[in-house]
């Protein structure tokens, strides 16, 4: 069974306005975390957004926001007054575990092209 | 922030010669590193994780003879493709994980583009 799932293959948004990538998972560890990266064309990770399993709000960082639903699995990534720089692909990843040296598994991703 | 490189960051080589790829952690102890592999269009696959001074895990159906990772000290892992062949073509990506990230995240390389001829 898949452990993420981002059924969005691809996205368009208009400049400015907000998106929302989707973002499923599946674990019965309950230690875990949710991240979000950003993949330009260049190919390099940029980390995004975290949440944790235990936190009891929905994690923000700037622009970027995560709809963290916890009995749904869902961890959605919000991003307000889209820039053209936002065009790239998004990846969810989930570790089960505590720290860094667990691995991460990746979700398929999802293309975002942002719209002058 | 924590900053990992990766060198090369491109290679072409034929087809049955081997290439090594190294990841170093640039300023902190990265006790584990990990290597991914990323086809075209495609997410980031795991293919082994390594921890400082001892044998790498690799992930299932990864071929550790052909995919050697060394992690030798606390800032550099090495990934040695051995005779490579055009399948083996692809983006590699390796990322560290250590205890500066805030939130336990790994920080990744810039990647290495592998092109067998």
């Known amino acids: 069974a898949q452990k993420i799932t981002q059924t969005q293959p691809g996205m368009f948004v208009q400049e400015k306005e907000a998106v929302t990538l989707d973002c499923t998972y599946d674990t019965s560890d309950p230690s875990y975390g949710l991240f979000w990266y950003k993949q330009p064309s260049s190919g390099e990770m940029i980390f995004l957004i975290y949440?944790?399993?235990?936190?009891?709000q929905n994690a923000t960082e700037g622009r970027y926001s995560l709809n963290f639903q916890k009995a749904r699995k869902s961890a959605n990534l919000v991003i307000s007054a889209s820039q053209l720089g936002d065009s790239a692909m998004y990846f969810c990843a989930m570790r089960e575990g505590v720290d860094s040296s667990y691995k991460l598994i990746f979700g398929s991703g999802t293309r975002l092209l942002v719209r002058p | 922030g924590a900053v990992v490189s990766q060198h090369p960051s491109r290679v072409i080589c034929k087809s049955g010669t081997s290439v090594k790829i190294e990841c170093r952690s640039l300023d902190f102890q990265a006790t584990t590193m990990f290597w991914y592999r990323q086809f075209p269009k495609q997410s980031l696959m795991l293919m082994a994780t390594?921890?400082?001074?001892?044998?790498?895990?690799?992930e299932q159906g990864v071929e550790k003879d052909k995919f050697l990772i060394n992690h030798a000290s606390l800032t550099l892992s090495t990934l040695t493709v051995t005779s490579a062949h055009p399948e083996d073509s692809s983006f590699y990506i390796c990322?560290?994980?250590?205890?500066?990230?805030?939130?336990?995240?790994?920080?990744f390389g810039p990647g290495t583009r592998l092109t067998v001829l």
């Open positions: 990322s560290a994980g250590g205890a500066r990230g805030l939130f336990g995240e790994q920080f």
């Open positions: 390594s921890n400082e001074g001892s044998k790498a895990t690799y």
């Open positions: 949440q944790g399993s235990y936190d009891q």
